[in-house]
């Protein structure tokens, strides 16, 4: 998929939703969105890449942590991915955290101006927050967002495990992370509103990159979660199913 555009790149006049109908403005929207999966495609080989590394990396110390780092939309994305880890999988709570502008109040709440991290106080995070033995995942849709940026460039320099999703080309995450992912989504259908596409690519990318470490890990057998952990009715029920599956295997 060959993409000149980025995230900010205006749409074109007939593709103004505002003055198009709905059956119009919805489709449109969809088939946008749609092109997400394609720039997902395209960075597989780069996905690969970092599973590998990640799962080689984890095994290796059983203290090792998986850090996701980012802010605004992708800050939010990060951490749906990874709280999941636990209750899908049964990744250890004390090997994952979230580095998140503006802190957990960030999550419900629009804190924009908290990316705007100084040099000297990512230093400071990253020493109580990261260590040598980890990997860091950082999001940043633009790739330049300097609170995302800064963390990864620090933990990479204390020789923690770094990439980087962005998705704009040649951005300063993409040059900074040991691994970079690009999903170059390009134009948005409401002009750098990346919690349209770009959002949609990342949670992908998270998706393909966390399902496949955690199999390697020994959490997946016969396409089932072996490891879940149950905190109600139907989890219970569902792991007595799984239980049953894989014992008659």
């Given at each position: 998929?060959?993409?000149?555009?980025?995230?900010?790149?205006?749409?074109?006049?007939?593709?103004?939703?505002?003055?198009?109908?709905?059956?119009?403005?919805?489709?449109?929207?969809?088939?946008?969105?749609?092109?997400?999966?394609?720039?997902?495609?395209?960075?597989?080989?780069?996905?690969?890449?970092?599973?590998?590394?990640?799962?080689?990396?984890?095994?290796?110390n059983k203290?090792?942590?998986?850090?996701?780092?980012?802010?605004?939309?992708?800050?939010?994305?990060?951490?749906?991915?990874?709280?999941?880890?636990?209750?899908?999988?049964?990744?250890?709570?004390?090997?994952?955290?979230?580095?998140?502008?503006?802190?957990?109040?960030?999550?419900?709440?629009?804190?924009?101006?908290?990316?705007?991290?100084?040099?000297?106080?990512?230093?400071?995070?990253?020493?109580?927050?990261?260590?040598?033995?980890?990997?860091?995942?950082?999001?940043?849709?633009?790739?330049?967002?300097?609170?995302?940026?800064?963390?990864?460039?620090?933990?990479?320099?204390?020789?923690?495990?770094?990439?980087?999703?962005?998705?704009?080309?040649?951005?300063?995450?993409?040059?900074?992370?040991?691994?970079?992912?690009?999903?170059?989504?390009?134009?948005?259908?409401?002009?750098?509103?990346?919690?349209?596409?770009?959002?949609?690519?990342?949670?992908?990318?998270l998706n393909?990159?966390?399902?496949?470490?955690?199999?390697?890990?020994?959490?997946?057998?016969?396409?089932?979660?072996?490891?879940?952990?149950?905190?109600?009715?139907?989890?219970?029920?569902?792991?007595?199913?799984?239980?049953?599956?894989?014992?008659?295997?």
């Open positions: 998929m060959k993409n000149n555009n980025t995230t900010e790149t205006l749409p074109k006049f007939d593709q103004y939703i505002d003055i198009l109908d709905n059956d119009t403005a919805l489709s449109l929207m969809l088939d946008n969105q749609a092109e997400a999966i394609d720039a997902i495609r395209e960075s597989l080989p780069s996905i690969n890449q970092a599973v590998t590394k990640i799962v080689k990396t984890l095994s290796q203290k090792s942590k998986l850090i996701y780092v980012g802010a605004g939309t992708s800050g939010r994305i990060a951490v749906q991915d990874g709280v999941e880890l636990y209750p899908t999988f049964g990744w250890p709570k004390k090997n994952i955290n979230f580095i998140i502008a503006g802190g957990y109040k960030a999550l419900t709440k629009s804190i924009e101006g908290a990316e705007d991290l100084s040099n000297e106080n990512s230093k400071i995070i990253v020493k109580n927050k990261i260590k040598n033995i980890d990997v860091v995942i950082g999001l940043a849709a633009s790739g330049s967002t300097k609170f995302t940026v800064e963390i990864i460039k620090h933990a990479k320099a204390i020789g923690a495990m770094t990439i980087g999703i962005s998705n704009n080309k040649n951005s300063m995450l993409e040059k900074t992370s040991d691994i970079p992912i690009l999903l170059n989504t390009g134009m948005e259908i409401v002009a750098g509103s990346t919690r349209l596409k770009a959002g949609t690519a990342q949670k992908n990318c393909l990159i966390s399902t496949l470490v955690m199999t390697r890990l020994g959490n997946v057998k016969n396409g089932m979660m072996n490891n879940m952990v149950v905190t109600n009715q139907k989890l219970e029920k569902r792991k007595k199913i799984i239980e049953n599956k894989l014992n008659s295997i």
